[in-house]
């Protein structure tokens, strides 16, 4: 799928890239359109939000050009909105972490997923709190963040399958919170 990046948002992509691994090599892969507008093609849907985060934050940020507002309301109405949680992959859990605390391509709720290290984190506010037994730059909780904030149980939902997709343990706390959901008996019928 061919997605047209307008070019004050292309602009502001190319010299700030997000972190992502997928939107980056979607960024570098991108021909240059008419203007200054980038061409996108990818089967990917993590980079379209990426991207349309990215613009969501441009929207807002009062030192952005108007240029840079119209682009990004622009790409928001081709594209859509990012959905509330998005799955972000990175090198490492460390460079994971630093985008944590400085990118505003991340949000509460986000899953990191550092596949080098097999560390797959769901971000708790400022925190990212992994849920794999390995764990590198990630918070070690001793609990599911879901239960100290029930919004990330979606969040949670999706690490615990991106986990699995690597092929990693869980953490003793997310796999005793999942444990005890398969185990539990039925309700009877009333």
């Known amino acids: 799928m061919d997605v047209t990046i307008p070019g004050a948002l292309a602009d502001h992509l190319t010299a700030e890239p997000p972190f992502d691994l997928d939107t980056c090599a979607s960024l570098t892969a991108a021909r240059r359109g008419p203007g200054r507008t980038l061409v996108l093609t990818t089967t990917n849907p993590v980079s379209l939000h990426v991207i349309s985060r990215r613009a969501e934050q441009l929207r807002t940020d009062s030192r952005a050009t108007r240029a840079q507002k119209d682009a990004a309301r622009t790409w928001i109405k081709r594209v859509g909105p990012a959905p509330q949680v998005v799955t972000v992959r990175f090198e ?3 460079t994971a972490y630093d985008a944590s605390q400085c990118s505003t391509d991340l949000r509460h709720g986000d899953v990191l997923v550092a596949e080098q290290e097999k560390a797959v984190a ?5 925190w990212p709190c992994a849920v ?12 599911n963040p879901a239960d100290a904030d029930s919004s990330l ?3 949670v939902c999706a690490a615990v399958v991106a986990a699995a997709a690597l092929g990693s343990c869980l953490s003793p706390a997310i796999g005793a919170a999942f444990a005890s959901t398969v185990t539990e008996e039925p309700a009877p019928a009333s």
């Open 92 to 94: 490492d859990t460390e």
């Open 122 to 126: 769901v971000l708790s506010r400022a």
């Open 132 to 143: 794999t037994a390995s764990h590198g730059e990630f918070h070690r909780p001793d609990r």
């Open 153 to 155: 149980a979606p969040s």
